[in-house]
Each structure stands twice: as structure tokens, then as C-alpha cells.
């Protein structure tokens, strides 16, 4: 049953033909071109249709931990060796950039994003998040026309009509929160645009008519989705959606409403903390922590991921499949440092095959784009607990390295992995860190199967995007905004205890404490760049601000981004991305602004 759903999830000829449906890449990025009318007029007559096109805006979303142009069409990071996802977990207060290629170099010195206003990923996410809308747009317009719905009564009719159109509303909420937060105030499309409403006088909405948007989209998923769809958690559901509509009701300065949406996912039955062993990796050296990243479906009794991305490796599915290049951003470039000389390391089991041996003793290959900064590091050790905090031991991160003896046993590589600062992070200037001995997450290991592969750059896994344990931090923000510290401490404890760490008191509660404990949670998953805007706009609040907490926390945890003279101590240097100059450019019949800074 699941690898049949596995194979429907990840089919790419559906998936890409419905792509085409949009168009190419082209600098019109909100508009369709006539003449791919014809396939959606084809594919959209019945319930299996939509259902295609839902897949399809599924394999976008999913995009975001690839980096591999996927093939549909239109900009994407093509051979750039970065994820989509670093755009908003690196160059933070938790993480700087390990890599000094071109386009991202404003990773580890910000004032250089003002250089990029017509920068290739600024246009490759504004891109690909409105086709997620376009694509949405299209769903909700031709969901109610004529339809075969292929439902066994009227009301089943209307279920899987309501579903449908729920699915593509939530879609398009996540495209725009993605928008939102990145670039401020963009246009606002709900319209499929075709031949016939060719506009090139786009405006930029305000964040406020946006999110207005966002909320009924979000409230419409709420009110037809299963917390589960298909008894798994394998597409957008309603506990998602009731994730995002409290995430926005806090950046809508609404705490009440946020503790309300909610208080149904936290306190209800469906989801809940993982804290005893379970799944695949149960029997090995471990804590319920990792499991969730060993086991991410509900299928194999996980009950906190939100949403899993499926995958499977390329001899399975012959048709194509979703390349995570999460492990490779995010696991440091240990073969690349001077320590671990292969040469010298041969083993007799395996001639001529160090680099593969090595990595599959390890857990995958990692290529070291992004590196956790020290100053995230030392946040593990808040009330001298880093030696019990299972986010931090053995199995949640990368402190040993190990290879082989011609006997087949493993040994230890000794004195590799340490927090010492090498010369550059210490230094001034903007070179590549190559910071390769620094500990890494095991949160996105992968061992491919097939040995010779063990050293390729992809990862076939599951894993997971959204947890409970994230909606719980909401919950625990939403509580200390209406002054109730007694109970976000309930719920921050519920996390550190499963962590095995020590419980904080209500007078320990506060926004930094938050912060900090999101980036013990959640480092490498956690879209930390967003969090950090929607809090330093609240109440009106200009995120450019050297003293808005944006730039303060970088300064405080990044000894790399935060460098003085770097842009995270002056009030010039752009926070949000630029809109793309290619866009501004296009839109000819109405003059855009940039945002401030470019």
C-alpha cells in the first residue's frame, strides 16, 4: 500500500506534464501563455486530474531540500551546490556558509546581498513559489467548472471536490508565507492568468491584503482537511495547516487567535511528542529524537512529523525520483580535510575504494555548504547540559569518524572533530571558511544502499519537514505573548524532557529563550530566517534595525556572519531578498519599487 502511494507521490510524468501546463521560464513569471491551455483542458475534467495537478504542486513544495533542476521547467539552482532550504537556514544566527560560491558569499557577509538585487537565487525562489500559486490558482478556478469528481454519491462528490480545493488553498498560503517573509509586500494573484487577463501592471500587495488571503486559505484547509490525508502524513493536512494559521496569527500580532487554531493540534490526539524508541532504528544506539528522523511516516508509527517527504532510490522507481540534497548541505566536508588522508587509510577488504568506504562508515557523503556556528553550539550547553542533551550525543551529531582495518573492524579517526575556530573564522575577510573538522547533525544522514554509491552526493530517504515539536514552540510563544509564562514553560519542557534535559521555570521564558531553544530543536530544519523576520516586524518593527533581534542574534551566536563591519551592526544593510530585477524589469506597465538597501 505505501510503496504503491510511494510511487503515485513521486511520478514525475504526471507531475511534469502538469508543470508544462504553466509554461517555461520566462521573465512574465505571473502570467500563462495561451497556448498551454490545452493540457490543463485536458487533465482537469475529473477527480484523478486534480488529483495529478495536487501531486504536481507536491513535488514543488518538496523541491525545497532539492537542488537539481527538476526538469519542469523554469529557473531553478540547476548546478549551484546549494538547497533551496539554506535560503532561509543559512547565513543566521545558527549557521554560516562553508562554501564561497558567487551567489551565495552574502551567507557569511551580508552587506554583500546588496550586490545581488539581480541575483540568480532571488529569482529562482520567486519563481518557483509562484508557480506553487499558479499552479494553485488554476485547481481552485477549474475545480468549479464541469467535473467528474468520481465519487460513489453526491456527498462523495463534494468531499473530494472540498478536499481538492482545500489542498491547492493550503499550497498557495505556504507559497505566500514563503513570499511574505522573504521579499515583503509582492503581488498578489488568487486568479488563474490566462491568454485572456495578460497583464503586465502587476502591483506589490501589501503584507497585510496578503495574509488576509492566507488566513481564509489556511481556514478553508482547516475546515475540509483530515488532520491525516490517506491515513498517513505524506501530503498537506489540516494539523499543517493549523501550524502555519498560528505561526501567521503571531506575525498578525494575534497571539489569542494563534493559542486558539492551535490548541486542537497540541492538545489533541492525533499528533503527539515521540519519547519512547520506535520505527527501523529502534535497535540501534539511539533516543526516540532521531528515530523520528529514521522513521518519519506515520506508517512506521510516527505520530510528530506533520509532513514527510517520501523518496525512494532510483533503481525503485524507474520514472524518476526526489533528489534531498539536505545531508549534503549539511554534513561538514570531512574528506576533504588534510586529517583523514584516503590514501593512507586503505583498507585490503576494499582496494582502490577509500573515498566509498569512508562515507558509508559515516553516514553519507556531506559536502559541508552550511556549517552550525559555534555560537549555536554553545547554546547546548545552557545549565551545563550538553553532555546529556540526546539532540547533542553521539547519534544526533557527527563526533567521531570512523574507517576500517584490513580485518574488517572499525576504527576511530582520533583528535578530527573539535569546535576550535580555524584562522579564517577568526580572520577579516571573505574567504571560503573550510571549516571541514567541526561536528555535523545526523538529522539528514543516508547510506545508499548500493555500496559503489556510497559516496554520491543524493539521499533517497524519507525525511521529514514539518514536527509537533515546533508547533509546540509556537504554542509556547502564543502563551508567553498573553502573559501566560506558566504554561509556555509546560510546553517548552515537554521538549527538553524528551531531550533529556533539565525543565525551565516560567521566569526562564522569554523570546531569546525561545529562539534558543528552537535552534537546539530544530538547527538545519528550521527555516530560521523567517522566524527571525516575523520577529523582528512585530508591532511595526523595521527588521533592518542593527537593533532589531534579526541582527542582534547574529551578532550574539554567528562569529562569522555577525563579524563586525559585516552589515548585522548597521541599519542599511537588507534583510528581506530583493525583488527580482528581472520581474521589476518585465512588468512594464507599472513602475515597481525594490525593496529599501538595493
Not at 501531486?55 to 537542488?67: K, N, P, S, T
Not at 515583503?184 to 497583464?199: F, I, K, Q
Not at 576504527?411 to 571560503?432: H, R, S
Amino acid at each position: 500500500m505505501e510503496d504503491n502511494r510511494m510511487k503515485r507521490y513521486i511520478t514525475f510524468t504526471i507531475a511534469v506534464l502538469s508543470l508544462l501546463a504553466l509554461g517555461g521560464c520566462n521573465k512574465d513569471f505571473l502570467v500563462e501563455k495561451p497556448v498551454n491551455d490545452i493540457y490543463a483542458e485536458n487533465l482537469l475534467v475529473d477527480y484523478s486530474g486534480f488529483e495529478s495537478m495536487n501531486y504536481a504542486m507536491m513535488a514543488m513544495m518538496r523541491d525545497e531540500y532539492g537542488r537539481v533542476d527538476t526538469g519542469y521547467g523554469g529557473t531553478d539552482f540547476g548546478s549551484q551546490p546549494f538547497a533551496k532550504s539554506t535560503m532561509w537556514s543559512c547565513g543566521v544566527d545558527n549557521a554560516w556558509n562553508n562554501n564561497r560560491h558567487t551567489n551565495f558569499r552574502w551567507f557569511n557577509k551580508p552587506d554583500n546581498i546588496v550586490a545581488m538585487a539581480d541575483g540568480m537565487p532571488f529569482l529562482a525562489i520567486f519563481e518557483w513559489l509562484y508557480k506553487v500559486i499558479n499552479t494553485a490558482n488554476m485547481v481552485i478556478g477549474r475545480a468549479e467548472g464541469d467535473v467528474d469528481w468520481q465519487g460513489s454519491s453526491e456527498a462523495a462528490n463534494l468531499a473530494n471536490k472540498e478536499m481538492t480545493i482545500a489542498e491547492a488553498r493550503l499550497f498557495r498560503a505556504w507559497a505566500y508565507r514563503h513570499l511574505t517573509l522573504s521579499f515583503g509586500a509582492v503581488p498578489l494573484s488568487t486568479e488563474e492568468v490566462t491568454g485572456d487577463n495578460y497583464r503586465t501592471d502587476w502591483e506589490r500587495n501589501s503584507v497585510e491584503e496578503i495574509r488576509t488571503v492566507m488566513e481564509q486559505d489556511l481556514l478553508y484547509a482547516i475546515d475540509k482537511l483530515p488532520m491525516r490525508r490517506d491515513g498517513n502524513n505524506t501530503r498537506p493536512n489540516q494539523a499543517v495547516a493549523r501550524h502555519y494559521l498560528g505561526e501567521l496569527y503571531l506575525a498578525m500580532g494575534e497571539p489569542e487567535k494563534a493559542i486558539t487554531i492551535l490548541k486542537p493540534l497540541v492538545e489533541g490526539s492525533d499528533y503527539s511528542l515521540m519519547t519512547s524508541r520506535f520505527g527501523a532504528n529502534a535497535q540501534n544506539p539511539g533516543s526516540a529524537f532521531i528515530d523520528v528522523f529514521r522513521s518519519p511516516l506515520y506508517t512506521e508509527g510516527n505520530k510528530e512529523v506533520l509532513l514527510a517527504f517520501v523518496n525512494t532510490e532510483e533503481e525503485n522507481v524507474a520514472y524518476g525520483t526526489f533528489n534531498c540534497f539536505m545531508r549534503n548541505m549539511w554534513v561538514n566536508y570531512y574528506s576533504n580535510c588534510t586529517k583523514p588522508k584516503f590514501s593512507s587509510l586503505s583498507c585490503a577488504l576494499y582496494p582502490g575504494q577509500s573515498t566509498q568506504l569512508f562515507w558509508s562508515l559515516n553516514g553519507g557523503k556531506g559536502a559541508g555548504r552550511c556549517a552550525i556556528s559555534l555560537g549555536a553550539h554553545e547554546l547546548y550547553h545552557y545549565a551545563d547540559q550538553q553532555d546529556v542533551d540526546v539532540r547533542y550525543d553521539d547519534t544526533a551529531m557527527i563526533w567521531h569518524l570512523y574507517f576500517m582495518d584490513d580485518e574488517g573492524k572499525q576504527y576511530e579517526i582520533p583528535n578530527f572533530i573539535n569546535l576550535t575556530p580555524n584562522n579564517v573564522m577568526k580572520g577579516n575577510n571573505d574567504a571560503t571558511i573550510k571549516q571541514y573538522n567541526l561536528p555535523s547533525t545526523r538529522k539528514w544522514a543516508y547510506v545508499h544502499p548500493t555500496f559503489a554509491k556510497s559516496g554520491d552526493d543524493g539521499q533517497y530517504n524519507n525525511v521529514p519537514y514539518l514536527r509537533l515539536a515546533e508547533t509546540y514552540l509556537l504554542y509556547a510563544e502564543a502563551l508567553m505573548k498573553t502573559g501566560n509564562n506558566n504554561d509556555a514553560a509546560i510546553w517548552i519542557n515537554r521538549i527538553r524532557s524528551r531531550a533529556n534535559v533539565s525543565g525551565i521555570s516560567a521566569s526562564d521564558v522569554d523570546i531569546d529563550f525561545i529562539l534558543d531553544e528552537r535552534s537546539r530543536e530544530l538547527i538545519t530544519e528550521e527555516q530560521r530566517r523567517e522566524t527571525l523576520i516575523r520577529l523582528s516586524q512585530e508591532n511595526g518593527g523595521n527588521e533592518r534595525l542593527a537593533s532589531n533581534i534579526f541582527k542582534r542574534r547574529v551578532r550574539e551566536h554567528n562569529e562569522v556572519t555577525g563579524k563586525a563591519g559585516w552589515g548585522m551592526d548597521d541599519d542599511t544593510t537588507p534583510v528581506l531578498f530583493p525583488l527580482p530585477q528581472e520581474f521589476i524589469d518585465s512588468n512594464t506597465g507599472r513602475k515597481l519599487e525594490q525593496n529599501p538597501g538595493y
